[in-house]
């Protein structure tokens, strides 16, 4: 995936409004096998998509990140909405982390942080994601962002849930 003129990479976070950049990059799923997600194909499928951007597999806080949302991933799918994690690991790292914590929902390589930058995730210090929210919908609208999701905050959690109304 490149950074297209369309979709510059951004100094900013996304804002809702948007349209959310499209990619293709390789992903683990729970299983722990390998498959390309598509994002536009994904978010089709669902009523909305939650992109959960974190910075490495395995670190205290991105695991709470994302068991965060694991533990609420049967009411996600309940209501047609799906998860999907994106940082800059490699597929073998994501596969460990998968094997160890078994997350319902696929973890995403964006080894070069093509797609993080285009969200507006790209840390340059330290050349990975930082962790954010982004909820697109179908069409590929992005409805809801957090520019920086503190899992320990729950009620950054529950402001996620009311927006997609849930709560």
Same mark, same amino acid.
């Given at each position: 995936?490149?950074?297209?003129?369309?979709?510059?990479?951004?100094? !900013?976070?996304?804002?809702?409004?948007? #349209?959310?950049? =499209?990619?293709?990059?390789?992903?683990?799923?729970?299983?722990? &096998?390998? @498959?390309?997600?598509?994002?536009?194909?994904?978010?089709?499928?669902?009523?909305?998509?939650i992109l959960v951007f974190y910075q490495d597999d395995g670190m205290p806080v991105c695991t709470s990140e994302l068991k965060a949302f694991a533990q609420e991933h049967e009411t996600l799918t309940g209501v047609g909405m799906a998860v999907?994690?994106?940082? !800059?690991?490699?597929?073998?790292?994501? #596969?460990?982390? =998968?094997?160890?914590?078994?997350?319902?929902?696929?973890?995403? &390589?964006? @080894?070069?942080?093509?797609?993080i930058k285009q969200y507006g995730f790209w840390d340059a210090d330290e050349r990975k994601s930082r962790r954010g929210v982004v909820v697109v919908d179908g069409s590929r609208r992005v409805e809801y962002v957090v520019p920086h999701f503190n899992p320990g905050n729950i009620a950054a959690f529950e402001d996620i849930f009311r927006a997609l109304g849930l709560v």
């Open positions: 995936m490149t950074a297209s003129p369309e979709f510059p990479i951004r100094k !900013t976070v996304i804002e809702p409004g948007a #349209e959310a950049p =499209q990619f293709v990059l390789p992903a683990v799923a729970t299983d722990g &096998s390998r @498959f390309d997600f598509d994002l536009a194909a994904e978010a089709a499928a669902v009523k909305r998509l999907a994690a994106i940082n !800059t690991n490699g597929l073998g790292s994501h #596969e460990k982390f =998968q094997e160890r914590d078994a997350f319902p929902f696929p973890l995403i &390589s964006d @080894f070069y942080g093509e797609a």
